[in-house]
């Protein structure tokens, strides 16, 4: 479980994040969603520790990650798996140098072993074949995915996903979210994913907190959500005609 | 705001010279970033020190021209100026060039595409993992590069001289010879490892701390070329005032 308290974060004059609190449980996708410059990546990244919030805490079961210095820190994050934007993958390593590097740092296991655990994760997002190819010799979903395999490669207990769908195709990012939906319940973990994608939205949201301004201006259920009278979040959500019409039809 | 960036320079460093998570990771990664920089820097080092050495044979010989002066003392002006400024300076400033941009650029844009990020939510340490590497590869390998520019512009000298008929092989091999002070070469080390730091750690800096895309990757190459060949004229400067 892992749980914000009161997330302030600010650059310079300009206050993007003003008081988050949330808990995001085990073994549910839990969906961080909000207009671009809302403060959803910002938000995190704070939880992450790439960012130091201004103000307010962040727990990893019970543990307070934001009161640990880097050494402190280390053993929870060999439990986080993290899935980018733009995948971060290693450009000058292949794609099995990728998925074991993290394996090569912080376990014993022998080289047979590191290649089974990395052919096992590729076999889990169904990336056959591609173990000696470099990154830049990947399509934008094949890139995902390793992010992804990579992320699982130490059996994560938290994952995080920043904007999964960002740049995939329709089918593509469909196949992405049952994924990350599959492993957060393989693996029981703490998954939470920022988009604005509504198809994940729809999909894969258990839990979504919708930020506004850098505020939380709603949480619920993706089945809570069409029933929503706050203005701003039906603004975001249902913008576009289709998902008007989507919401007419379930209502 | 000097202060300010010195001060993030320090902080950076004390970061990575933490002890490394696995010391088999961090062997194989300052092996390649010897060969890196050692055997990829090799050719061009060669190629500007020989034709440095000839050139300062002929300059010499220009301004030594005189029956009153020995033929041999241009084997000797070369000699000293060679060890104790052209070699490892001139040899700094094309490595900063060459080797410095290289990091800035490889760091950066590391940077730009979150791989250091990752590297971070993995638990390493992103500082010292990308850079102990390169500082260590930098003040192993800028010695062995100054010693063999320094070789190759006595060689060079002395082909200088016999193709322009500036100087007899004889003469010149006697004057590089006389009067040779080992201190010297301990001179040229001192300043050789310290350019080797700068050459890598200015650099890494600059990559580490970058904020942006393709564009400011960059200028901050560029920055870190600039800053760094200025470090190493004033380093120069000091080395020569303290041990000389």
Redesign the interface.
Known sequence: MIEIQNIHKSFGTNEVLKGIDAIFDPGKVSLIIGGSGSGKSTLLKCI???HAPNQGKVFFDKQEFTAMD?EE??????E?G?L???S????SMTVEQNII??L???SEMSKSEKRDRANFCLERVNLHNTNKLYPAELSGGMKKRVGIARAISMSPKYL?CDEPNSGLDPATSILIDELILELTQEYDCTTIVVTHDMNSVMGIGEYIMFLHKGQKFWEGSNTDMLSSEVMELNDFVFASPLMKAARDTMK | MIFYYFGEYLLLLKKVFKRPEKWRIYWRETMHEMSDIGIGSLGLIIIISTFIGAVMTMQIAFQLDSDFIPNSIIGQINRDSNILELGPTISALVLMGKVGSSISSQIGSMRVTEQIDALEIMGINAAGYLILPKIIAGIVMVPVLVIIAICCALIGGMLGGILTGAVSQTDYILGIQAGFNGFTIAVAMVKAFVYGFIITSIPAYKGFYVRGGALEVGQAGTRAVVIGCITILASDYLITALML
């Open positions: 992450v520790g790439l880097f820190k280390v053993p929870i994050r060999k986080i993290m980018f934007q733009n971060a993958l290693f450009d590097f993290a090569d740092m912080f995080f």
